[in-house]
């Protein structure tokens, strides 16, 4: 198994420019998730989804678009980049621990180094 | 507001010796927690977590420590490896939210 993968690992935009980071997993997880990871600070929620078709914000979604179309995939989109989503932005996956559908462990990809100047 | 807290930014151990890595929380419907460790230009790994129901979890040499009534818990690693020199998260869930609230990370340097 490959886990979680993302693509991009790197990349620098211009203020206004459009992009998507793409993420994958293949363990048949349910749960995706995109965090962003600013310098010095942790891991902060932006979207996540509980399975194809839904999803939901978490902390800090502005700015940010998502869609779940597969279990596999989760891809965020940056519409018009700003300063501010300079960031390394990390995809993960879960599955459900127990009936109750609590998740507990995430697994997490290499990230994605993004730049906008 | 910063409802998982990890107030040392940075911690330096001899090999050998035990780390402690502290974290607090303010939000009493937490009730899961966990620890990831981070390596320079990778994604977090799962380290060990702990159910709200225990106050002590084990695996190797780490244990974590959870202390509810003074919302803190802690993670100890014993004996302390170069290896362990990394980022470590600390991270809270509400059960059936699926939401983990993180930590800022505690640097752990480990010098041999």
């Known amino acids: 198994n490959a886990g979680v993968t993302q693509t991009p690992k790197f990349r620098i935009l211009k203020i206004g420019q459009s992009m998507t980071l793409q993420c994958a997993q293949d363990?048949?997880?349910?749960?995706m998730y995109w965090y962003r990871q600013d310098p010095g600070m942790g891991l902060k929620l932006i979207y996540y989804s509980v399975g194809a078709g839904i999803t939901d914000k978490g902390e800090v979604p502005n700015g940010y678009n998502v869609s779940r179309s597969t279990t596999e995939d989760f891809p965020l989109r940056l519409e018009l980049a700003a300063p501010s989503q300079t960031s390394v932005y990390f995809c993960a996956s879960s599955y459900p621990k127990n009936a109750a559908g609590y998740t507990d462990t995430q697994y997490f990809g290499p990230g994605t180094r993004l730049t906008v100047l | 507001d910063q409802q998982v807290k990890q107030n040392s930014p940075s911690l330096s151990v001899q090999e050998g010796r035990i780390s402690i890595l502290n974290c607090d929380y303010t939000?009493?419907?937490?009730?899961?927690f966990l620890w990831y460790k981070k390596y320079p230009a990778e994604g977090p790994t799962f380290l060990i977590s702990i159910s709200s129901i225990k106050d002590k979890n084990e695996d190797g040499r780490f244990t974590v420590f959870l202390n509810k009534s003074a919302k803190h818990l802690s993670l100890h690693i014993v004996p302390s490896q170069p290896g362990d020199s990394a980022v470590y998260f600390c991270a809270a869930n509400i059960s059936n939210t699926g939401k983990l609230i993180f930590g800022q990370g505690t640097t752990l340097q480990v010098k041999p």
């Open positions: 363990m048949n997880h349910n749960y």
């Open positions: 939000n009493s419907m937490f009730d899961y």
